[in-house]
């Protein structure tokens, strides 16, 4: 049922080998949906900080899922479409498989023994999306470990051809709960993902463009693919870069 849906929207990227199980739908609120027979879509995930659904019935219809709500192809890490105003639509990173993408290489952050206890946060997205909090499950809890706990944390970003007068922000782990009530709340995924491209954005200055392999790729077509804890209050991104996006400059 799913793929039959699917096929009907231009460039959505399904190819001959994509399953149904393949596919899941990841929604604003943090919740993840995977085909269920020939009932809809039914919750097989939720965000930590949601509250508990107990035996929720399926999605028949695909139309009813909330704006910014997007579709992956999960296996090869592809984002197909994703929910507007407008209905679904294909998305930009159409046909993106990691295999497709260029890493750029940065220079290791050190600072004493990296920590164990902190998981990568995975994202697959581009800055474009990132700079508005548009992500996989943007509501749902950014990190977990010792970084749930301290207040401050720095974003090392250590790029090709990178100024070294650019002092990076310290910047807040947790949030203030609406109004200013009660303890307050970790950083999202949504939210890191806009912290990471302040940052880079703050580095790349008016020209907005990092200059990699010969070419210029404006920050918007940057992908930030993870983030990783790199020491105590320090994390680094993953950056990579989708070669037809890239302006020559030869």
């Known amino acids: 049922m799913s793929l039959t849906w699917l096929a009907k929207i231009p460039g959505a990227g399904v190819s001959h080998s994509t399953s ?16 269920d027979g020939h009932n809809g ?28 709500s997007v579709m992956f192809d999960v ?3 592809i984002l197909l479409c994703h929910k507007t105003l407008r209905g679904w639509i294909a998305a930009d990173e159409t046909h993106l498989a990691l295999e497709d993408v260029v890493y750029i290489s940065q220079q290791p952050y ?3 023994t990296p920590p164990n206890d902190v998981s990568p946060v995975r994202f697959y997205s581009r ?22 706990e301290i207040e401050k944390f ?24 609406e109004r200013g009530r009660g303890q307050k709340l970790p950083i999202t995924r949504g939210r890191l993902a806009f912290e990471i491209y302040e940052e880079i954005n703050e580095i790349l200055g008016p020209s907005g463009l990092l200059h990699v392999d010969g070419q210029d790729v404006p920050l918007d077509d940057l992908f930030l693919l993870d983030v990783r804890c790199v020491s105590k209050g320090s994390v680094q991104p993953t950056l990579a870069y989708l070669p037809r996006l890239a302006l020559s400059t030869s």
């Open 41 to 68: 879509w039914r919750l097989v995930a939720q965000a930590s900080n949601s509250e508990p659904q107990t035996q929720p019935a399926p999605v028949v219809d695909p139309e009813s899922f909330r704006v910014r």
């Open 110 to 112: 050190k600072h004493g």
């Open 127 to 148: 800055m474009c999306h990132a700079k508005v909090g548009f992500c996989p499950f943007p509501d749902d809890n950014a990190f977990d470990g010792h970084l749930r």
């Open 75 to 77: 296996p090869r890490n």
């Open 20 to 35: 149904a199980d393949d596919i899941a739908i990841y929604t604003p609120t943090g919740c993840a949906f995977k085909v």
């Open 154 to 177: 720095t974003i090392r970003v250590l790029l090709p051809g990178q100024p070294a007068t650019h002092k990076p922000t310290q910047r807040n782990l947790h949030r203030q709960r």
